[in-house]
């Protein structure tokens, strides 16, 4: 039997299968270019997606008639998004053949011709062919079978045995609402968790991920079995979703529909990810055009995804939670004040319409909530109160002088920052400063950025916060010390809210923001000197950074230039606190070991500028004697002879003391005094205080090619080389010190794992001759969608010539370029390694093999040799 209102294929004469195969292929083919063609004109996504499940009903009845000319007791149900009527390009086609067991067997080459049709003319379902009872109990044994069996919908056959499961699904002692809600709330945590980590920032999943339509579906069940409704419209009726969020609901879920349907056409296949693959043709498919160079097409359509899945967060979570209050027998209510309750753990104000009548309310809703943090959230019904009164917060509440210090009382306490993510999370923050709301959900297209700029901006003050807890010196090794100087740590909060706010209008975003933050600073009444140093601190929060990871900060000279631009210690405090709360907060993978060290480097060293005043210039000599007499010290403690010291030292350059640390000198001296010349070379490696990063050394008679050979070993080995200093002794020895992070994926006991580096390195130098040959690793899927113009320029540095060398990152970057060196006959002294991303910074100090600077000519036969090696890949 055919299902009413399911227009059908024309049926085929006897014989005339094949020929009906072809046409049924031809239609389906069709139809997809007509609905293509259809969602470029911008028709209607929902009559989009049920013109395609028309046109599938079309052929999954046509095939049952072909295949089946009278089967009594068979039954074909359309189940999951099939059964709602919603079919994307791509989608699954979920069927359910309906048949008791005996009817299974009278009709297995019935069954098994039917599907093979099915993908003979294309459509690949998925399938399962069960009794009502088996449906019964694996619906029982499974919430999610019991889920794809709410939205079941008969298609062709016995209607008795589609009556029988619609009526079994009806039972109520089959998921009961408390326990059908508990099961998905637990889902739906759990799929949020697993596509919430790094990689689903940058190529989210539209309908699994975090807000996406997975989740509105979700809503949906839940309504269906709470409430027995079809529609989630049909709750505003309930009293369980209010007008305004119904339509923030169905807008979005429109937007999200209409990006993954675009994703199905780009795609050409199924594919729920927003891949970097994908993101600039979809761009271009919806329609978005470039604004400017801070504004891409790629980023506003990104911009879209994340706002649109925030307010579905956001509104899901407070559905959820009103589902869980209409199923509660009893509440807990007990007073806070005269305004607020407590309502088992949320907070709950005694009459909503206050925040109409008195829009103060809002943020006074927040501080009590600050005062009582065991609460865990909002009242359903004063979550939804305060949705509807966020457009009370206008130029007209910004401005009130109550309003304004009420929110630097927010700011001052210590639950300041879980009041912010608060207020961010429930649209408030982004309404009291509007310039954050136009960041929210803003994405930087590339690979550097992994969060919003609105979520990064957040987790920057986590960090900030968490500086005040004494163990965050195992994260950053002067935070807590420099926290607790703090004269006022609000304004750090400040700067850290306000160094990103200006990205994506064009311009500088550190000008922008500081103009910003004085605007802001202004208004709230802080003092000439307090709004000054949060302006300063906006406007710098990238030179201490970029200080650090561009330039030798063993230079005296370099370091006194910065010590110049802070000026004073309490502007060194709080951009270092400032500095690396940022470096943290901008991906899991930026911050480690070797940044904390060469961050608390840079401070202590400007730190010793500044006490000794600027005017007191540090002399290359004075630093060599005190690193020398530091390093002395430590080695005496070690019980080294004063003789065996002087001994080794005789070969160690000046350069060795300003370039290294009194702490890396006694390590370097101990390991040569312990090594006769026949354990040359000397391999040592040692591991970070913190997994992750070591530092390697290496002490061998200097050789052609010795630079270019450890980095190739290394880069074997899974290692990024970030620094390199090489030192060349008064012997003829090479003293070379790198700075490596472990790429490595499994853990490896950091003591082995120096072992393995030690032992493997020393092998590759004791060959006769040098083979620096990189590793050869596919370029990973993500760095092929990112191409960074190679950038190549020689600089004079006195005695030196510095390359500069900008490109895009690929796996063994750095042996490739030493080996380029090598060809050239070129000595590396010095290296620094930054890497944002796809886009590689390297520093070299070179001298050709004279050891003097680089003539013009070699620059230029070194550079185009770059080029080709660069270029090619």
């Not at 506003?300 to 899901?316: D, H, I, Y």
Request: aromatic share 6%.
């Amino acid at each position: 039997m055919n299902a009413p209102g399911s227009p059908l294929l024309p049926d085929a004469a006897p014989g005339d299968a094949s020929a009906w195969r072809r046409a049924t292929r031809q239609s389906l083919e069709d139809n997809q270019r007509e609905l293509a063609a259809a969602f470029d004109r911008g028709d209607d996504i929902d009559d989009l997606l049920a013109r395609r499940a028309l046109a599938v009903d079309r052929v999954v009845v046509g095939a049952w008639n072909q295949t089946f000319a009278a089967a009594p007791g068979l039954a074909l149900i359309a189940t999951g998004g099939y059964g709602r009527g919603e079919l994307f390009p791509r989608s699954d086609v979920d069927l359910l053949l309906l048949a008791e067991d005996d009817v299974q067997d009278a009709q297995k080459a019935g069954i098994e011709a039917y599907f093979a049709l099915l993908w003979d003319v294309g459509l690949a379902p998925g399938h399962a062919v069960r009794s009502v009872a088996q449906c019964v109990t694996a619906a029982r044994e499974d919430v999610t079978v019991a889920t794809a069996l709410l939205e079941a919908r008969p298609l062709a056959g016995d209607t008795g045995a589609q009556t029988q499961l619609l009526a079994a699904m009806r039972l109520p002692d089959l998921w009961p609402p408390a326990a059908f809600l508990a099961a998905k709330r637990d889902e739906w945590s759990a799929r949020h968790a697993r596509y919430n980590d790094t990689a689903y920032n940058l190529e989210p999943n539209l309908k699994e991920g975090p807000g996406g339509l997975r989740d509105l579906h979700t809503l949906a069940w839940l309504a269906k079995r709470i409430f027995g409704i079809t529609r989630l419209d049909e709750l505003v009726a309930l009293g369980a979703l209010g007008p305004d969020e119904y339509d923030i609901l169905d807008t979005r879920r429109r937007a999200l529909s209409r990006l993954r349907y675009g994703l199905h056409l780009v795609a050409d296949r199924r594919e729920e990810r927003l891949l970097f693959d994908y993101q600039k043709a979809l761009a271009a498919r919806v329609g978005l055009t470039d604004e400017h160079r801070d504004n891409l097409a790629v980023e506003q359509l990104m911009q879209g995804f994340f706002r649109s899945a925030a307010l579905v967060q956001r509104l899901g979570e407070r559905l959820l939670q009103r589902f869980d209050e209409s199923l509660r027998e009893s509440q807990d209510v007990a007073p806070i004040d005269d305004d607020f309750v407590r309502i088992d753990h949320s907070l709950a104000l005694r009459d909503t319409d206050l925040l109409h009548r008195r829009p103060l309310t809002i943020l006074q809703l927040f501080r009590t909530w600050q005062q009582n943090p065991a609460l865990r959230s909002l009242h359903s019904a004063t979550a939804r109160a305060l949705g509807e009164s966020l457009s009370r917060i206008d130029e007209v509440f910004r401005a009130d002088p109550r309003v304004r210090a009420a929110f630097m009382t927010l700011l001052r306490d210590p639950q300041a920052v879980p009041t912010l993510e608060r207020m961010s999370r429930l649209g408030v923050l982004g309404r009291y400063l509007p310039a954050f709301g136009r960041v929210a959900g803003r994405m930087q297209y590339d690979l550097f950025h992994v969060y919003t700029v609105d979520e990064h901006t957040l987790a920057v003050l986590r960090n900030v916060a968490s500086f005040a807890r004494p163990d965050s010196a195992e994260r950053f090794t002067l935070g807590h010390e420099l926290w607790r100087e703090l004269r006022k740590p609000e304004l750090l909060m400040l700067a850290g809210l306000f160094h990103d706010i200006a990205k994506g209008r064009g311009g500088d975003h550190s000008v922008l923001g500081a103009m910003d933050a004085r605007d802001f600073c202004e208004a709230h009444g802080l003092s000439a000197g307090d709004t000054d140093l949060v302006v300063w601190l906006v406007r710098q929060h990238l030179t201490m950074s970029i200080t650090a990871q561009r330039k030798d900060i063993s230079d005296p000279e370099v370091v006194t230039q910065f010590a110049g631009l802070v000026a004073e210690r309490e502007r060194l405090d709080y951009l270092y606190l400032l500095t690396v709360a940022d470096i943290a907060g901008t991906s899991p993978k930026l911050w480690n070991a070797w940044r904390d060290r060469l961050m608390a480097d840079l401070y202590t060293a400007t730190r010793f500028v500044l006490r000794r005043g600027l005017e007191h210039k540090l002399h290359a000599d004075e630093r060599i004697s005190e690193t020398r007499a530091a390093a002395r010290e430590r080695l005496q403690d070690l019980g080294i002879d004063d003789a065996v010291i002087d001994r080794v030292w005789q070969e160690f350059p000046d350069d060795s003391f300003l370039r290294y640390r009194a702490e890396q000198l006694a390590w370097q001296t101990r390991g040569i005094a312990q090594t006769g010349s026949a354990g040359l070379p000397l391999v040592l490696a040692r591991p970070h205080q913190r997994p992750g990063a070591l530092e390697v050394f290496v002490y061998s008679p200097d050789r052609d090619g010795l630079f270019a050979t450890v980095a190739a070993t290394l880069d074997r080995l899974g290692l990024s080389i970030v620094d390199a200093r090489v030192v060349n002794s008064l012997a003829g020895m090479s003293l070379d010190t790198f700075q490596v992070l472990d790429a490595g994926t499994e853990f490896v006991a950091p003591e082995r794992r120096a072992a393995t580096i030690s032992q493997t390195l020393r092998e590759a130098l004791r060959q006769p001759a040098l083979r620096a040959v990189p590793a050869k690793r596919a370029m990973p899927r993500q760095l092929r969608h990112f191409r960074v113009p190679t950038q190549i320029e020689f600089t004079p540095a006195g005695e030196r010539t510095e390359l500069t060398l900008v490109c895009s990152d690929r796996p063994g970057l750095l042996a490739q370029a030493a080996a380029v060196l090598r060809e050239h006959g070129l000595r590396v002294h010095d290296a620094r390694i930054a890497t944002f991303g796809e886009r590689v910074e390297d520093f070299f100090q070179l001298t050709d093999e004279a050891d003097r600077p680089l003539s013009p000519a070699l620059c230029e036969r070194v550079s185009a040799a770059l080029r080709t090696v660069l270029d090619a890949q």
